[in-house]
């Protein structure tokens, strides 16, 4: 089979064995599967990559053989996302799987799939996050319901809706589905970015339902008071790598708002200044949002089946063999007219 590894010198497309069934388990035949921004982060860190693997956890594909038992039998078609949790720590028993101690992922820790097929073992499919596909639902949205699942989770921790108002920070793909899902709640929403580019990727997909700002250029702080009516946001995500639009956040909050720093920062550089006072006199609450539960991976699936959020709008298909090419491109930011690319290993 066709399988891209994730090497020093970058994505490199190789022929090697199928993967074999040696205990219990299944082979998926590997339909689709997302880029994501992590897949962009260990390219660029690729010189420091421990060994080479095949990455890759946003997946969709159809089950070719399957041995024990195992609830999915040979043409099933399954959603794949990341996560293996243990299911025994502290936080797994709480029900908080995405905070588990002992997470695996795949693409990481175990082989993924950006490749023909991959093995799903036993443990795997017990403790990972593995769903079958809605009837009549794409392969490329089987894979979208992965990043997506992460957005749902944080809209769970926070539900909006029409008397609320929203800010994103960042317009990349995972910004604007914070935006798509905020709009589905009826809250009115501010999209903002410093990138003009990326805000008209944005607009060609959310259209007018939103409130577009360029954050090098206008006054965003003066925007939103003056769409809450003096007020502030009721919740602002920080859906971009950037220290300053984490310190930016608290000026965008009312009182009592909740600003949740949904993307992490460069390992190197964590470290931010906040303005601790808004903080304190504003009782702002201040929070992360990281990965999502086994249920938010199906209620995602639920919205694109049920097209509240139109994945097509979202994505553009590459074969396995545009990885390399796909990767620099989503790299440099430049000239993209798509939010999302999905490799599909069969094209
Ligand atoms: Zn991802
Ligand atoms: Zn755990």
Redesign the pocket.
Known sequence: MKAAFLTREGFKVREVPEPVLKGDGVILKVEAC?V???DLRAWRDRENIPEEIIRG??IAGTVVEAKGEIPYGVGTRLAVA?DINCLKCFYCKKGEYNLCDNKKILGRDIPGGFAQYMLLDEYMIEHGIVNEMPEGMKFVEGAFA??LSSVVALHRRFPMNSDRTVVVLGSGPMGCLHADLSKLSGAKVVLADISQERLEAAKEVLKNSVIYVNNSREDLIRIVKDVTKGIGADLVIVAAPSPSAQSQALHLSRKRGIIVFFGGLPPDRPEVSLNANLIHYNELIVTGSFSYNPSDHRHALELLAQKKIDASRYIKEFPLEDIESVVEELSEGKNIDYLKAVIRPWR
């Open positions: 997302g994501c921004g992590s956890h946003e990341a992965e990043p």
